[in-house]
């Protein structure tokens, strides 16, 4: 059934594609010559942007006293994101079966991390929202209101999460105090300020590659975009891959950088086009190391499972 809906969400996806293109026809026909000088380089900023998450993979194991070894954190990051575009979310399934058989690591515990990775996100996506929507305030004299208060509504309620993190008595119901187990481990790991600190550094340097990517995905079509507005619209462009329904944020995505193109003065067409050249430097990335890794790790997990500590 799974599987069903996400080929639905796919065919949905090219309908609508087709659709806009052929209503739009002539501005396609317009925009600029694209430069593909500046594909490597946004390759090159997704591999980054992969290691990253990577790297947040290494730090919640290596809290739990997992050691991970390179081809597995790696590899779990790069497997995380191939299976998030084949399902929604089936990436990060994927990622947890494979911690729970190999490491023997319990899913509650696996969610809790899941939980404390999207609240330090959305953290400093709302900290960083903020200050970019300042300054282009200041120096660009643009601001819109509505956004500067998703953004600061973003920043607060995190930050409740982070200084008041709630926690739950257990309950004489299995399920109820499977979630309990979640919540409440939030709130134990919250106490690590070292490891919230390290989070948070490696969020923002992601941050700053996506917004990077994206800055010249608009340069390739020699489109002058201010820098501080590429980065918010960057954030809310991640920000979507989060909490979609459909597959790596499919459509979604695109629709943002479309509709965000369109404020700036940009024609629905030359916003698309930028958002499916963004897109294609994550893809090329993802399935190339994702297929890699895949069996890379499908040999590991012949292998018996580790006592998890």
Known sequence: MKKLMTLLAYLVLLILLFIFIKSNYYDFTIIPKISFRYLPLMIFLSFLGLYINGIRIKLFSSYYNINLKIKEWMGLAAITVMGNYL??????????????????????????????????????????????????????????????????????????????????????????????????????????????????????????????????????????????????????????????????????????????????GLTAAEGLQVALLDRLASVIISFSFGLIYSYILMNNSNSQPRNFQ
Do not use: C, Q
Not at 138 to 155: D, E, K, V
Not at 168 to 182: D, T, V
Not at 200 to 224: H, K, N, P, Q, W
């Open 87 to 264: 399902t929604p979310r089936g990436g990060v399934i994927a990622r947890g079966f494979y911690l729970k058989k190999i490491h023997n690591f319990p899913y509650a515990t696996f969610l809790t991390t899941m939980t404390a990775l999207y609240i330090i996100r959305f953290l400093v996506y709302g900290l960083s929202g903020l200050l970019l929507t300042v300054l282009a305030l200041l120096y660009l004299n643009i601001f819109n209101i509505w956004i500067f208060i998703a953004f600061l509504l973003l920043t607060l309620a995190t930050l409740f999460l982070v200084f008041f993190p709630p926690e739950f008595r257990r309950r004489n119901n299995k399920i109820l105090n499977w979630i309990i187990n979640i919540i409440n481990g939030w709130k134990l790991l919250s106490k690590d300020s070292r490891l919230l600190y390290k989070l948070s550094v490696y969020e923002l340097l992601f941050v700053l590659i996506m917004g990077t990517r994206l800055f010249f995905a608009y340069r390739s079509f020699d489109l002058s975009i201010p820098i501080f507005v590429i980065f918010i619209v960057s954030i809310f462009s991640t920000i979507s891959t989060l909490i979609s329904i459909t597959p790596a944020g499919l459509g979604v995505t695109e629709f943002i950088i479309t509709l965000s193109s369109t404020f700036l």
